[in-house]
């Protein structure tokens, strides 16, 4: 018999429960012996609950049984999850966590603790909830090198890019519906902001890299201003707009990393994960591309992982690698990377926008050597102006008798690759009144 603690019995908390019942048969034949839960800490207690005799207030109930070999905590409360994983590897008790915060916050210094105390730490839970990803990471693929890693982790941003989509709702309304679904919390900015994204793209880099990443430093834009009008554009221009955590190692070994709304192709897979759906590629120099897909948050997935976690500590034992060293070298800056980028503005700023990239758009017909231009109606009753052709192997979308575009109207334009920076500073120096910048996923 194996005797473990949970600590937290919120969602994820009463998930861990019901699977530990519900398949306790395979997981007792998987670990050899069965796996009893012993006490659950609570912060308030809970008359009532079929579960009461297990249930105590008094963390020292946990920490001083010493028939508590794995504790697995699913709590909220960053420093409180600090101080009990601190805690029990001091004790010498093995801690699986769902705290994306405390990984990525306090990871490393955790994680040395626990070779230290030659005890575990495992967080399978706190990237993309059911799907298994660190460990493949971590493991599986330790022999190759890995050069990008790139997904959607965030379901509630998700669920709302596609109510906006399918249902062209707007963003307020779209954040209500995910919040009457439970997808969204009463304060949503940490998804809403990209902050929860934010936080799992530092572990996954960490793990992916094997240095640590800070997610401090990782540039953030949430999808606040993300309108249903620039999602209809960037349908009509062949693209979905996905919130995407994104990092790349370059050739000269620095960590380019960011998450912000990405116009994804429509051919490409990340452009059809949907609603809450999470999904990571990674590129690697030996197995290829690989691509994780499922279901990033909920209490039975996010359960999976962590009961998942326990079993492997309770079969496998000591789990405590250090899995990436710090490293103080900055990330490259944002604005030094090669994009392309979708642009709004004013249908009178079209020939600022032909001065400045000459060539690109014919102002008299609708011929277009660029990539795509576009106008809408400020009205709403849009029209389409927006054929399909092919140029150099890329679907480029051409704008017919964009000059006729109703007065009022925006320009939507996508502009040559380069520089972030470069691209910016033209636009800026030119004077031209940008409504709305997307970025858009280069081709390779
Ligand atoms: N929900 C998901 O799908 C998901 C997926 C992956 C990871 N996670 C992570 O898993 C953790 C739990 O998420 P959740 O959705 O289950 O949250 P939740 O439903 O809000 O539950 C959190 C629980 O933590 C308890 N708690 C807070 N401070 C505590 C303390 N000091 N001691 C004991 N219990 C304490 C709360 O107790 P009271 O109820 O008494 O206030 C509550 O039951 C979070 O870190 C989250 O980021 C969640």
Redesign the pocket.
């Known amino acids: 018999m194996k005797n473990i603690a949970l ?9 861990v429960v019901e699977l530990l019942s519900k398949n306790a048969d395979i997981i007792a034949k998987r670990v050899g012996e069965p796996i009893q839960l012993k006490h659950i ?4 207690p ?1 008359v009532g609950d079929p579960r009461q005799e297990l249930l105590t ?1 008094n ?1 020292d109930d946990v920490f001083g049984d010493p028939e508590v070999s794995i504790i697995a ?6 420093e ?2 600090y ?2 994983c601190k805690r029990a590897l001091t004790a010498g008790k093995n801690y699986v ?6 990984i990525a916050t306090y990871g490393a210094e955790l994680i040395e603790l626990s070779v230290r105390n030659n005890v575990s730490l495992m967080f399978e ?3 993309a ?2 799907i298994p990803l660190l460990r493949p990471l971590y493991k599986c693929l330790s022999s190759n090198r890995i050069t990008g890693v790139m997904g959607i982790v965030n ?1 509630t941003t998700n669920y709302i890019l596609t109510q906006m989509k399918r249902e062209g709702r707007s963003f307020p309304d779209a954040l209500r519906s995910a919040q009457e679904l439970g997808y969204a ?1 009463t304060d949503p900015s940490a998804d809403v902001q990209g902050f ?1 994204a934010c936080r799992k793209l530092a572990i996954l880099l960490s793990i992916a890299f094997r240095r640590r990443v800070h997610y401090e430093n990782i540039p953030t834009e949430g999808i606040t201003a993300v309108t249903d009008s620039d999602i209809a554009l960037a349908e009509r221009l062949g693209y979905s707009i996905k919130l995407i955590a994104m990092g790349k190692l370059t050739k000269s070994g620095q960590i380019y990393a960011r998450v912000s709304p990405l116009l994804i192709p429509h051919g490409k897979v990340l452009a059809s994960v949907d609603d809450v759906f999470n999904a990571v590629a990674l590129t690697t120099d030996t197995a290829g591309d690989l691509l994780f897909y499922g279901r ?4 039975a ?2 359960a999976s ?1 962590v009961v998942g976690d326990v079993i492997d500590i309770a079969t496998n034992g000591r789990y405590n690698d250090p899995m990436w060293h710090e490293d103080s070298s900055p990330l490259l800056s944002v604005e030094e990377n090669t994009v392309t980028l979708l642009i709004r503005t004013a249908l009178s700023e079209r020939e600022k926008l032909h001065r400045l990239f000459p060539g690109r758009i014919d102002t008299d017909s609708k011929l277009n050597v660029g990539e795509a231009a576009f106008a809408t109606r400020r009205d709403g009753v849009d029209k389409t102006y927006v054929e399909q052709g092919e140029q150099k192997q890329r679907s480029i979308s051409l704008i017919e008798n964009w000059y006729e575009a109703v007065e009022n109207g925006e320009f939507g334009y996508i502009t040559p690759e380069g520089a972030e920076a470069e691209i910016r500073e033209k636009l800026r120096d030119a004077g031209i009144e940008v409504r709305a910048t997307w970025r858009i996923m280069q081709a390779s």
């Open positions: 600590i937290g019995y919120g969602v994820v908390g009463h998930g800490l609570t912060l308030r809970r207030q963390a905590e699913c709590i909220n409360n960053l409180a999850s101080a009990y966590t769902a705290s994306k915060n405390l839970a706190c990237v909830g059911g379901g919390e929860d990033g948050a909920g209490a997935p996010s992982s």
